[in-house]
DNA sequence: GATGAATGAGCGTTCATTCAT
DNA sequence: GATGAATGAACGCTCATTCAT
């Protein structure tokens, strides 16, 4: 995926190292400040390498974008798998999955919210990359939801529908943090918003196994 | 609210009708090109005024952008009162806001967008000003629901979570458009939709006012 | 022809001015140290305007080199008709062309070496159009000889390589300014060459009319 | 001459070979893109070494096109006496002398304008070793005119201007290959210069020997 | 009140050169 | 001797803002 970008560099090692370095400095600094109002010459300074190699691993300031873009939708992919691994209950799979995912959405807001600004700042192909990657991420949690429902713990449900309000959901916790913050903690948040979404879902016996969670 | 911006010219007509044109432009390239791609020469020339004029109206770049963001959400905002005027039913009331409510966003993809992208680049106090705008906007939705628990249409729900999940629901036709355009008209969006979100909440008499809808 | 070249100014005096400006300091630098090494910054110095200026009647700095070129050509054509305007006799006009145009070549031999080193410089349509506006010029010199040719001057010569053979003649006292310079004045110069050249192709009458200018 | 550009590397052998590589490679690309474009990495990939490489056998980007400049006129320089070898004749000396500089500039064309567009380029010092060399190649030429005036084959003549005649009839066959490209073979351009050139200049003598080539 | 030519700080990017390996 | 990753000064260019008209 990130071969797509070009390193005039060409040793693996020394690609993901340094890239590594580059895009963290940068998801820090879009995040934070917004990707126009970031300089190569600050990613440079936070990431402790010269402007010069910036563009030894790097064709653009929009390559930086893409990369941090997809670093950060890749992380939290990876997040929904690592929590669930182990676990059998569908039930148990679906809410451990939605936390995963709310929680690793609310430890990073900045990141978050820089996949939402700032997608629409690369180029058309790019973004339809990004977008494809949500869908693979949503598609992870889509097939907890199926499960629920094959197990009988869900009613047969709109499962395009309540996938996005889940996945809503969670970046909802990092877009209107200034919100949330203030009034709950990120456990109640998920454990009122279960509550919230599950009810119409479950069914009898859903509901048996959702109080004994 | 708009009298935070300073503006060389005080005859109060001039001002609303420049700064109507001025922002009608803005909100269009903001929305569709992003606050820091767009330039003061671009706006000028699609509102078919001078650069010059721009200045006489508002003190710089930022305003602008502050301005736009304003006109969008009020113009939000003042929907959802003009949607349900006139109807007495707390049911139908909730329904038709939140149909209103989409719609509104619906139409304007871009300008939905916009607020979501660009909020950031406001300074504090500005960015603060947005939020109590989104507040009061999310209170009348908030309202519409509170009557439909206290006619005992809804349970006793989590109302701040359930106000945000109508809202994220309304934004997210808009954030998510490349994705529910292909799949469903946004009267589907909405049915569906209020079917996932109302069954939980709904009172068994709701239920039955729901269906006679 | 120089419309070839965007200007965000409109106004026809202020292009006219402006430009003259700028391709004045131009030809000067570009003359003197080569088109990579000087700055738009020198050119901007030089001529006394700020840099975004030159953006403003030009669209890059190439754009610069096409209009410095294009005028150092334009006024060495311009300068052969002047020259030879009013006189008669064929002989003498050819005479007068080719001194002229070695005077004009001879008294910027900056000007007349930047065309030799930076036509390249620009790209194909442009080079092309250099290519074209130089055969203008080598046409005014072949109409004299043909005139020449016409009145019984000149025996039938090959007009193809004699014309080029005059064309760089003038041009070689600036390529090899550093040579004659030091050797005979210009207008030796161009007595000792007319001699050289002629004498094979002046006839017998050619001969009489010569020796009495 | 070329112990002027220093080297790291003190092996003789080495440094007539890595030179000569070097040297070739920035010829080629000197000659096709020009001194200021053509970067050291470019110069690195195309002759098949490194960019440190390149920094062992000299000193900085300018010692490069020193060399590739020197290179091709020693080279030029080269090509008159081995053409005129065992030719005893004063008039076929010249004759094969013009012919074969004419060749050698119109087979490498580029090479040929790289000398005019770049030699500017060099610092002062190195700009007059260049001229030297430039006087050196045309004393060729010039001897040769020389022994055909003893040998009463030519009229005695303006030897420094003939000499020049010739050296820019040869050069402008490069100089302005874009135009006789499409009008004449090579050997057709020199047959009818040196008809146009030698006809003032051939004695009686001269004429019946000139008939006889 | 309206214009748009003029300014110049500051951006993204390049590339000759160095030096640790 | 050979390599090529790393550096950063310096370039071309943009655009928010000003101000004379």
Redesign the pocket.
Known sequence: MSMIVK?????PE?IE??RGQIIKAAIELFGKHG??????????KRA?????????????????LFLAIVEVLDSYARSIPEAIDGIDDPLKRFCTAVRAYCVVNGERVDATVLTYRETKSLRKNRRNLIKEKEVETNKLIAACIQDCVKAGLFEPVDIELFTYQIVMFSHAWALKAWRFRNLMSLDDYVDRGLNLMLNPVLTAQGKRAFARL
């Open positions: 390193s005039k560099v060409e040793v020394l190292k340094r990707y126009h109002v970031t300089t190569i010459r600050d990613i440079a402790n390498v010269s402007i010069g190699l910036i563009y030894q691993y790097v064709s653009d300031k929009e390559d930086v």
